[in-house]
């Protein structure tokens, strides 16, 4: 059982920028592909970027290439989500996952074994 803790949400401006943060209680962490999903209100919720075991490959939803980055540091545990150019469509409740299978452009959430409880995201126009 892999326990996620997402941080690092929070209200900003538009075109300001964040970076979130997924701490894992699992030391297998390094087995797992990371994922961020986002759910806004009265949404589904949909993908916005994975990361493979090593860190070595990612993939990205189309509305966030250029401007988000997801990245890994397997020695403490943590996943992150840096985003930049923020804007008021963003906002939305954002979410880690991780999966223990390949491969890491499976977007659907199903395909995702655990999940944190989630980080507000809020920009401001």
């Known amino acids: 059982q892999v326990q996620l803790v997402e941080s690092g949400g929070g209200l900003v401006q538009a075109g300001d920028s964040l970076r979130l943060s997924c701490a894992a209680s699992e030391g297998t962490f390094s087995k797992y592909i990371m994922g961020w999903f986002r759910q806004a209100p009265g949404k589904e919720r949909e993908f916005v970027a994975s990361?493979?075991?090593?860190?070595?490959?990612?993939y990205y939803t189309e509305s966030v290439k250029g401007r988000f980055t997801i990245s890994r540091d397997n020695a403490k545990n943590t996943v992150y989500l840096q985003m930049t150019s923020l804007k008021p469509e963003d906002t939305a409740f954002y979410y880690c996952a991780a999966a223990a299978r390949p491969p890491i452009f499976m977007t659907t959430p199903s395909w995702y074994d655990y999940w944190g409880q989630g980080t507000q995201v809020t920009v401001s126009s």
């Open positions: 990361i493979s075991w090593s860190g070595s490959s990612t």
